[in-house]
């Protein structure tokens, strides 16, 4: 668009950016103050009426997905529909999502972010730029090598010094976390793996009989195949059987396999259990494989020190372990890191030639011709020695990663710990733990309710069944029935819990978090008991 003087007329995208943000501001903040003073009635067991297309709270209106398709009537337009539009639909977009900042959102492993969590994502879409190479992203770069170095020492190191080759890489969540350690697992211990293939060997991985199933969809994108992902037995608490996991290794060599990595969890998705890490190491160690923890939901109980101590003993043997801030401590989706003892064997197995894109073998900018930034020993006044090696000396980070678009979540998680320092996660994992051992207490103390979770409580969440004076449904079809009948109808009263298979049927599974509150989980059960009432069997 040319002006008078036939020059460019100037640009105002930050007139139209702040246009559109205060607009938007206007919708987002009520519908966070919402949740709030909705808290103030969860512990009645219902939350506040809303007037909607259908049963609504401040948690949810919840519609399926055909009749929901036409109440939002979803089109691209020829011509947009400008700021008028973009607040319509940004109305909608609210009005029919489920509000992760309600106290009744106890569904998945995962709650509301806060307002520093806000500020992170809008300074991240203002910048908008790719933590691929240092080029275009230097602070951004600083910042996760920082935050990635600080998560593996609390994890490995020992002492107050950190590990010399200890660091991470950040993930677009744990799954991806989990799938890219078996990569470097494979790589690492079978170099001609990176460049050769798999040949005619057949690898072989371990996980919990409760692990994730991030582990065969990693196999199966890899070409490992998900049946070669081997399942182990756990106890009665549901944590991996070291004796199971050692003679189910045997058993792979001696059909001719190769076994190479074992993913042990710190919290399992369904009860949440801790598996025995330092027996387990033990067992890696003589059989020469791989240990990676996959603690995208409990791991961020390292912050606590009382819980960690009981939960991540042995840790700190791992070759690898996957963390995700954004599920225990509130951080934004997605946030998750996998950290390494050794950042040289991510280097190493994850490392390719993009001369148009990585530029650290080019000469540095006093021209001295030097195609890498080779080890450097020094030695300091008292003869210790200090080590910098490539790996840990790496900026452009895309290159210890499957991903070249990378999204700098570690911003949202350094931004975080800036605004509340670190014993603030302290004191939220201690909330957490506070929060479900009361939905425990109060579970037990009535008569309707049968609770599955081991105890002590591993982590956040509770899975019990409904018992109606202590009896459960006659068959597991309908025990099922009952669990997915009162988790469909907790929704009205402005609650979501999920529901697992089990082996008297499907139970409820409710998680809490650090924020939940007092009233809230005792809300909840006078929820379930209520919806229950309705219920005949």
Known sequence: MSGANGKQAPLDRAGEAQSLLNAIQDLIIPFIRTADEDASTKHTGHGLAIPGGGPRTALAEQHKPQKLNSLLDLKVPEDGGGKEGLVELVEKV???????????????????????????ELLLAALNTNA?????????TLIERHVTSYLSNLFFSHSSSPLP?????????GSASNATATTIARNTLHPTTKTEGLGNRKFTLFTSAHGHYSLEKAAQIQGLGSRNVISVPVDD??????AELDQLIKASKSRGETPFFVNATAGTTVLGSFDPFTDIAAVCKAHNLWLHIDGSWGGSVIFNRQYAKS?????????????????MLGVPMTCSFLLGRDLRQFKDSMTLSAGYLFHSDDADEDGDGASKQKDQTEHNANGAQKQEDEATAYFDLADLTPQCGRRADSLKFFLALSYHGSSHFSSFVQSGFDAANHLLSLLKASPHFVVISPEPLPCFQVCFYFAREGKLAETQKEVSKVTETISKRLVQRGFMVDYAPGDRGKFLRAVVHGETRVGSVEGLVKAVEGVA???EY
């Open 94 to 120: 609210l009005k029919y999502s489920v509000n992760t900042w309600d106290q009744g959102f106890m569904d998945k492993l995962y709650g509301s972010t806060d307002a520093v969590g806000l500020v992170s």
């Open 237 to 242: 608490a549901g944590k991996m059987i070291p």
């Open 165 to 173: 080759h200890a660091g991470g890489i950040s993930q677009p969540g």
């Open 533 to 535: 009432e309705e219920l």
């Open 311 to 327: 939960r991540l003993a042995g840790a700190e043997f791992a070759d690898s372990i996957t963390i995700s801030p954004h599920k």
């Open 132 to 140: 691929h190479v240092y080029n275009v992203s230097p602070v951004l």
